[in-house]
């Protein structure tokens, strides 16, 4: 079966500009993770879906990061005026639930450099 | 202090070699503690998940957690040079969260 499906690969833009970042969860998890994940660093946690709700969106760094699920499946993470701080690895990551011992799946994750 | 620490080494070990890898946690309430294979470039794969006292063993992996010293181990027997990757140890607090340390890098010299 799939598993989790991220696009772009790559993205280069230019610092202020606005990105779109997608994810495609494995069909039937309800769960899904943002993380950026910085050279030499783990994954760094963004927010958190429980369907289409963003049950936790602690991890974000600031106003300019914005992330949706509306139909509870496919999210978007949005950034805004990128800054070259933001150049990172973007995971995404789903899982069945949010119980203790659910294991996460990883997409391949987007590359992302602001120049 | 990191909530969730690891050596980054490079940990280096001889192939067929017994590779060890260590991580603590600071959170006394986690409850389970996972073990993630990472190749240069590519996402994480999950290795194998603990969450009990003791052993647990899957083929040349074995996880071992002492939650009364907060640390969690990840040993591979039989180290190969296809093993050479950063292993990350992720930690879930109870809830959704889960929290990873940095990584160790792992080399297994031929």
């Known amino acids: 079966g799939a598993g989790v499906s991220q696009t772009p690969s790559n993205k280069v833009t230019e610092k202020g500009k606005y990105v779109e970042l997608r994810c495609d969860p494995i069909?039937?998890?309800?769960?899904l993770y943002w993380y950026r994940q910085s050279l030499g660093q783990g994954p760094e946690f963004l927010i958190y879906?429980?369907?289409?709700?963003?049950a936790d969106d602690s991890g974000l760094p600031n106003d300019r990061f914005f992330a949706v699920r509306p139909e509870g499946s496919v999210s978007t993470l949005k950034i805004q005026r990128t800054e070259r701080g933001d150049s990172a690895v973007y995971l995404c990551a789903s899982s069945w639930g949010q119980g203790t011992h659910n294991e996460q799946f990883f997409g391949p994750g987007t590359r992302l450099t602001v120049l | 202090q990191k909530e969730v620490e690891q050596n980054s080494g490079p940990l280096s070990v001889p192939e067929g070699a017994i590779a060890s890898l260590n991580c603590t946690y600071s959170?006394?309430?986690?409850?389970?503690f996972f073990w993630y294979r990472q190749y240069s470039g590519k996402s994480p794969e999950l290795i194998m998940f603990?969450?009990?006292?003791g052993d647990k063993e899957d083929g040349r992996f074995t996880a071992q957690l002492n939650k009364a010293s907060q640390y969690v181990s990840l040993l591979i027997r039989d180290s190969q040079p296809s093993d050479s990757a950063t292993y990350l140890c992720a930690v879930n607090t109870g809830t959704y969260k889960y929290i990873f340390g940095t990584g160790t890098r792992l080399k297994v010299l031929a």
């Open positions: 959170d006394r309430g986690s409850q389970s």
């Open positions: 879906f429980q369907g289409t709700g963003a």
């Open positions: 069909s039937g998890h309800t769960a």
């Open positions: 603990i969450y009990s006292n």
